[in-house]
């Protein structure tokens, strides 16, 4: 257990955005909205997975939408507090314990700023390691837990709930109504207990996010160069192992709304002018290849930092001329089994790409 | 007070077809589940409006989507029921009576099958006085019923609850979530108590609904013009007025799939081989036209029956060569103020047509 104050937002968005793989939404806007909640309301404690005790009625929480929208249309910071009395007034639960359902972008702050409104511990994990752009693409899902009851608000707060059997359809059906609230909607879902929290969720991935964040920082200040820096403190985790994938300059960005997600292709020029990558992205990155060989794929993480400060660039603040470094992250083995990639591995995405673990 | 059997059905079927002025579901697939409904619960209790006591938790309910799409994705019967209980379980609220939103097509037969399945009484009244293609369309949201919570089911047992302050953006929300429901949805809203449904209802039309096909049967049998015996009888209505508009052969027909809705045009050629008659619709008929003269146009309806059995016809049936007239009802005063014509009057539907009463 230890308190989450304002003075750790900074290391956390920048790792969030890191652990975005270019989804996840915005971590600059993430980082304001948890800072104001916890300026008006205090800090928040975070606690291990382990501490979850077993009867606790753990919630889920981020938002839905294409992270494009987020750039125009503001949340108010009361959508995920709304979505949770939503929660709690339909199904009657008393909820304990918020967790982010990803770890990645602006869903790693909105939890935060839910924690501190409502003075509920939060659990230092989530349920994708990373980000995804659908609500099905979670462990919880890969291990059992129904992804519904799921809650909806928007910023006007306008209210739904979705009931359904199936993980895929929640998704399907809450996506309808995402696009109908504007294209963004904040979510509380996969209710669980404590016991099955432990079983199902990636650990640790806010002290990860954090991490990073602290590492790229120290680095900066001991003028190392901060992605060696990030993939040498990367290989010492639990999530084994990371890698320059290549450099270059963003030279091509083929970017379009689509069935309520942010979809396209980048394409980025080595300044060698080699070949060049090429990463098709729907929200998050989601392959890389170069001359027809794919070089990561999901759900292994490719992200694309900025070449001197290695900030994380999400899709949507991709623009032609900037310069990049493309950083491979391999996910930890909950992340690897059979079952999650049959949830969120390359066939889920529609891609033929087979997935073969970085590093591995 | 009175007790509404099977054999009340085909006539109530009949008429309710008319009220849909073309939308409001196919009545015949209505028909076979009220049928089975009765056979499995028993028969019932049909009330005036004047008999809901003030404490009364009343709650309407239909069908949402396009008619075209009942053809090929046909209830289950359970839909309502299940609607029913998740409004009861998600809002706390013990429902006492049961009315229908739309007097029109199936979605006429959907409350007695509800009726049936819950042992609930059925208000005789409802929110259209006919049928309309849009949720905030009803003299309850006229008069200042809320629209939501709105409960929605579909044929899979999926499910979801809309929370809002606004009909046209429950309507907007609701909408998305049927098209993702396979765009069929059955739908219980517009909760009140007994007073405020006393007040805000369009009274007796699920008595006229049977009077109309008691009336087109009975002018059978006495080897009399079934429109004429119609027009006759609908004058001695709260409705007031009734009117043959005009007759012919349908010559065209464009209809679409758009946002949810059926939408289109219908040309019916008289047999004179005079100008035709043009009908735009949207699920239901909107507005008649006749080189460039508007001869009906909502709120009031516009009916188009078969020729010769006086038997109306939905948009989504309506084929090339069909013989048919066309009835025009002016709606009951209710229906005519200027907040109703605000909501459900030319403007509302995008026409330029300015509305005045039939027969008046």
Request: hydrophobic content about 45%.
């Amino acid at each position: 257990m230890r308190i989450l104050t304002a003075a750790d937002l900074e290391d956390i968005a920048f790792g969030a955005a890191v652990l975005g793989t270019g989804g996840g939404g915005d971590p600059y806007i993430g980082k304001l909205l948890a800072r104001t909640a916890m300026e008006r309301n205090g800090p928040v404690t975070l606690i291990g997975l382990d501490e979850v005790p077993d009867g606790a009625h753990v919630i889920t929480c981020g938002a839905m939408g294409a992270p494009t929208i987020v750039l125009e249309k503001v949340p108010s910071g009361d959508e995920m507090l709304m979505a949770l009395q939503y929660y709690e007034k339909t199904t009657g639960h008393r909820v304990t314990h918020i967790m982010p359902f990803e770890a990645g972008g602006l869903n790693s702050c909105y939890p935060i700023v839910l924690a501190a409104q409502t003075g509920l511990p939060l659990i230092d994990a989530d349920g994708m390691g990373r980000a995804f752009p659908q609500l099905e693409m979670e462990t919880f899902n890969v291990y059992g837990v129904p992804a519904a009851p799921v809650a909806m608000a928007d910023e006007k707060g306008n209210l739904a709930l979705v009931e359904t059997d199936s993980a895929a359809k929640a998704e399907f059906i809450a996506r309808g109504i995402c696009i109908r609230m504007g294209g963004q909607a904040s979510l509380v879902n996969y209710g669980m207990d404590g016991a099955t929290a432990r079983r199902v969720s990636v650990p640790a991935t806010m002290t990860l996010a954090q991490d990073i964040g602290r590492v790229v920082r120290e680095a900066h200040a001991a003028h190392v160069q901060p992605i060696d820096a990030l993939v040498d403190f990367l290989r010492t985790t639990h999530y084994g192992h990371a890698e320059r994938i290549g450099s270059g300059k963003v030279t091509d960005i083929a970017r379009r709304f689509e069935n309520g997600w942010s979809v396209g292709v980048v394409t980025i020029t080595p300044f060698d002018d080699g070949a060049p990558y090429s990463i098709r992205i729907q929200n998050e990155n989601l392959v890389i290849e170069r001359e027809d060989e794919v070089l990561a794929v999901v759900p292994d993480l490719i992200c694309v930092l900025d070449l001197d400060t290695a900030e994380a660039i999400p899709t949507e603040r991709l623009r032609y001329g900037q310069r990049v470094d493309i950083l491979g992250i391999r996910v930890p083995p909950i992340m690897r089994t059979p079952e999650a990639l049959a949830v969120f591995g390359p066939r889920a995405f529609g891609l033929k790409a087979e997935y073969r673990p970085l590093g591995l």
